[in-house]
């Protein structure tokens, strides 16, 4: 079993920024061999997949962050971050950060980004 933990998420004014962290529990060598993710969702829509990073660093984003969000790794502290500038009332969801690994899939609690206009 992996556990993650996201946090960084809070209030922001549009054009500003923030950085989610999400740490997983257990060893760096299982860590460094998961494909790590962010998703989001916002009331009343479905979750979706925000940015994709894989374990030999192969990159996915949704359209609308493109440019704009940067997801990166660090294997040593068992750590996903995403960047997010230039934040609009539009990237305002709870995110969540998912783990995947021989076929099992991990889910942290979420952490609410609210961007005001």
């Known amino acids: 079993q992996v556990h993650l933990v996201e946090s960084g998420g809070g209030l922001v004014q549009a054009g500003g920024s923030l950085r989610l962290s999400c740490a997983a529990s257990?060893?760096?060598?299982?860590?460094?061999?998961?494909?790590m993710s962010w998703y989001r969702q916002a009331p009343g829509k479905q979750r979706a997949l925000v940015a994709r990073l894989t374990s030999n660093g192969n990159f996915n984003y949704l359209d609308s962050v493109k440019g704009r969000f940067t997801i990166s790794r660090d294997n040593a502290k068992n750590t996903v971050y995403l960047q997010m500038n230039s934040l609009k009332p539009e990237d305002t969801a709870v995110y969540y950060c998912?783990?995947?690994?021989?076929?099992?899939?991990?889910w942290g609690q979420g952490t609410q980004v609210t961007v005001s206009s």
């Open positions: 998912k783990g995947e690994r021989v076929g099992n899939e991990y």
């Open positions: 257990g060893s760096s060598l299982r860590f460094m061999t998961m494909r």
